[in-house]
């Protein structure tokens, strides 16, 4: 398999709720999105680095940042309810009609602004072993969901989990769970012919956390990275 068939795509739309302009936010003086793309040309195994977005402006300062491989993103992908998989299909679509085609696609984020280069060459690595179609970064989750509620019509508040009976383990006797980190969505492109989405059925997670678990959701999030990005 070739060395060199990884395209990198680095999605950012202008809507956000929680946090305006969520994208172009500055840290350290430089948008959010900086990070990834400054990101994505440390790793040597990348073909080709695409930036989409809805915004022309955020295209321009892309283009600032050193990229010329930009995809303007129609309406329809960028609303609320967009899935990634229709961005996906639409890239490596228009890719193919110009005669490039890639085994695998690399998303980066750009809410997640800290990453280990070393994780992105181990994910590559196991991607080419073939044993597993998909690598994501995992987290530890904060809440457990044995210490979970929800709140019924009569405003009862039972367990979110079916247990009969209520758990009181002290958290290190709770089995580990984790969530997705966001730093890294690295799979195979056929995921989406064969299991209509970017993640398939075997995935590798590998586990991040500090600073390398940030994915910026809220105003929480962004003081916790401005306070990372200074140390």
Same mark, same amino acid.
């Given at each position: 398999?070739?060395?060199?068939?990884?395209?990198?795509?680095?999605?950012?739309?202008?809507?956000?709720?929680?946090?305006?302009?969520?994208?172009?936010?500055?840290?350290?003086?430089?948008?959010?999105?900086?990070?990834?793309?400054?990101?994505?040309?440390?790793?040597?195994?990348?073909?080709?680095?695409?930036?989409?977005?809805?915004?022309?402006?955020?295209?321009?300062?892309?283009?600032?940042?050193?990229?010329?491989?930009?995809?303007?993103?129609?309406?329809?992908?960028?609303?609320?309810?967009?899935?990634?998989?229709?961005?996906?299909?639409?890239?490596?679509? /228009?890719?193919? #009609?110009?005669?490039? &085609?890639? @085994?695998?696609?690399?998303? $980066?984020?750009?809410?997640?602004?800290?990453?280990? !280069?070393?994780?992105?060459?181990?994910?590559?690595?196991?991607?080419?072993?073939?044993?597993?179609?998909?690598?994501?970064?995992?987290?530890?989750?904060?809440?457990?969901?044995?210490?979970?509620?929800?709140?019924?019509?009569?405003?009862?508040?039972?367990?979110?989990?079916?247990?009969?009976?209520?758990?009181?383990?002290?958290?290190?006797?709770?089995?580990?769970?984790?969530?997705?980190?966001?730093?890294?969505?690295?799979?195979?492109?056929?995921?989406?012919?064969?299991?209509?989405?970017?993640?398939?059925?075997?995935?590798?997670?590998?586990? /991040?956390?500090? #600073?390398?678990?940030? &994915?910026? @959701?809220?105003?929480?999030? $962004?003081?916790?990275?401005?306070?990372?990005?200074? !140390?």
């Amino acid at each position: 398999m070739s060395f060199k068939n990884v395209l990198c795509l680095i999605p950012a739309r202008s809507g956000s709720k929680t946090i305006k302009n969520k994208n172009i936010v500055k840290i350290n003086n430089k948008e959010l999105f900086y990070y990834s793309i400054r990101f994505s040309k440390k790793l040597k195994f990348i073909k080709k680095v695409i930036f989409s977005s809805d915004s022309s402006n955020y295209l321009s300062l892309a283009k600032k940042f050193g990229l010329n491989d930009l995809h303007k993103r129609k309406k329809k992908l960028s609303g609320d309810n967009s899935l990634t998989e229709d961005l996906v299909r639409e890239i490596l679509f /228009t890719e193919k #009609k110009k005669n490039f &085609n890639y @085994d695998f696609v690399l998303i $980066l984020q750009p809410t997640t602004p800290f990453r280990q !280069k070393k994780m992105f060459d181990l994910a590559h690595k196991i991607l080419l072993k073939k044993k597993f179609d998909t690598v994501i970064t995992i987290k530890d989750v904060k809440d457990h969901p044995e210490r979970m509620k929800k709140i019924l019509y009569t405003n009862q508040v039972v367990n979110y989990l079916n247990m009969k009976k209520e758990s009181l383990k002290p958290r290190q006797k709770l089995k580990n769970i984790y969530i997705r980190s966001g730093a890294m969505y690295f799979f195979r492109s056929d995921n989406l012919k064969k299991y209509n989405s970017i993640v398939g059925k075997k995935v590798y997670g590998i586990i /991040t956390n500090g #600073k390398y678990s940030i &994915n910026i @959701d809220d105003q929480e999030d $962004l003081i916790l990275a401005k306070y990372y990005a200074k !140390k």
